[in-house]
């Protein structure tokens, strides 16, 4: 009997292989099973990875690294975003309190967070945690003693705390959450910044003014000429160095940042752009618009619907950032007008109201959808004894919000000396029950710049 393999010849027997060629055999048999092995342990490696990649999406790469945009904190921060959550203040059903809430951004889940018994403002998140400001006077008027302060909560509404009290300026409702520190303006109208937990607090800048608003790499705010009651729009580096004008001898209003772009409306309302220290500045669309905010690729406003021809409806607009398209995109048309458009995800957060109710809603960004966060019906209130809620029986006394904005610009924009404290108060929303938009009304723009 020969070997099958080397053709040696061997003894008669099950063997058909040589003892040699069997050991070769063997060999590699396990050779081939080591192989196997490796692969397998690739391979596991490999899913765990992708595993370990994706768990860590969701748990730390959603959460967000600054706390909100400068066009949502200047329409007073009261939406925000982060992961698959948006986070929004609103009254409570009888309006009589302040709280904050969570929805999710399919318009399903939402949840009460947290009441307060004043207003709430500038909404950031960032990881785990809530910061807002609390406003400490329990209606706005000059006798009383505003008393406002900086807290963090938990996402779920537990864990309050105050980290900064007696040390913020209580004509600022402004805060911004970025870098893992806190920017917010002192009692001595300077920008401080301190770290989450309220600690290590330290001035940025005595430049002795508010902020129009801050990046990651940028402060924006006006700041008086010398020798002159006029103010000019400066920038510097988020540490306060590196000082100088955006555009030489202008202020600019409405102020948002892209990038290496600034967003912006003139005295007179038109939308324009600049590249940062380019000194240039491009027109992007001549129209009137209020409110001024910005999300990704497109910029959304206030304007009336046809003021030419005295069509008075309040509408939401957008357009392109690049000014590729000069017909604006209606969003939503509104009862009477909105005093804030907060934009999160896909969604416009805004306030409106009819005869019969006032509420908040937010519609998508193409205006192909709408959900309602916050209704009150007036009928109801008056039913259940409230007499602070005003009725339709003399409405023009009732015919504008508290802080509506003439065809001036606010002169207090960015003066923190000067901020107007009779702030648009989501508590007054009961209040706001005019159907109609005076021919000397204008949308409701954010003073507080």
């Known amino acids: 009997m020969n070997c099958t393999k080397c053709g040696k010849e061997i003894p008669n027997g099950e063997n058909t292989l040589c003892e040699k060629c069997q050991k070769k055999e063997t060999k590699k048999e396990k050779s081939g099973e080591g192989k196997k092995n490796n692969i397998i342990i690739i391979a596991i490696v490999v899913i765990a990875i992708l595993v370990l990649l994706v768990v860590g999406y969701f748990i730390f790469g959603r959460n967000n ?7 949502n904190i200047r329409n007073y921060g009261y939406a925000t975003l982060q992961g698959n959550w948006i986070y929004y203040v609103a009254p409570s059903e009888d309006s009589s309190k302040i709280g904050i809430y969570k929805v999710k951004t399919n318009g399903s889940g939402k949840k009460e967070l947290y009441m307060n018994d004043a207003d709430i403002l500038s909404l950031n998140v960032c990881g785990n945690y809530l910061y807002f400001i609390g406003v400490g006077a329990e209606s706005f008027s000059e006798e009383d003693e505003i008393d406002n302060k900086i807290y963090k909560m938990k996402l779920d509404g537990s864990d309050l705390q ?6 913020f300026n209580n004509n600022c409702y402004e805060i911004y959450v ?15 910044k301190m770290k989450l937990d309220g600690s290590d607090k330290s001035v940025v800048t005595e430049n002795g003014t508010g902020y129009l608003g801050i990046t990651k790499d940028y402060i924006i705010y006006n700041k008086m000429e010398e020798n002159s009651s006029d103010y000019i729009t400066y920038i510097m580096n988020i540490d306060g160095s590196n000082e100088r004008p955006i555009l030489a001898g202008k202020r600019l209003y409405s102020v948002n940042v892209k990038d290496d772009y600034i967003y912006y409306t003139n005295e007179n309302k038109q939308i324009y752009k600049t590249k940062i220290d380019s000194g240039n500045e491009e027109l992007i669309l001549d129209t009137t618009a209020y409110n001024l905010n910005l999300k990704d690729d497109y910029l959304y406003y206030l304007n009336y619907l046809d003021f030419e021809n005295e069509n008075l409806t309040v509408c939401i607009f957008r357009i392109k950032t690049d000014g590729s398209s000069q017909e604006p995109e209606k969003v939503k048309t509104l009862e009477t007008y909105s005093s804030f458009i907060d934009v999160v995800g896909n969604w416009v957060v805004y306030l409106d109201s009819t005869d019969e109710s006032a509420y908040i809603k937010m519609v998508k960004v193409d205006g192909s959808q709408e959900e309602e966060l916050f209704s009150l019906s007036y009928e109801q209130q008056i039913g259940e004894g409230n007499q602070d809620v005003v009725t339709n029986e003399n409405p023009e006394e ?52």
């Not at 870098?179 to 401080?192: H, K, L, P, Q």
């Open 65 to 71: 690294k600054v706390g909100n945009s400068i066009g």
């Open 162 to 167: 105050v980290i900064n009290d007696n040390e």
């Open 178 to 192: 970025i870098n893992n520190s806190v920017y917010y303006i002192g009692v001595d109208a300077n920008i401080y």
């Open 398 to 449: 009732n015919s504008q919000p508290e802080n509506t904005e003439q065809t001036q610009p606010a002169e207090n924009e960015g003066d923190t000396n000067n901020i107007d404290t009779n702030t648009v108060d989501t508590n007054t929303i009961a209040n706001e029950n005019a159907n109609t938009v005076d021919t000397n009304e204008i949308p409701v723009e954010n003073t507080v710049q």
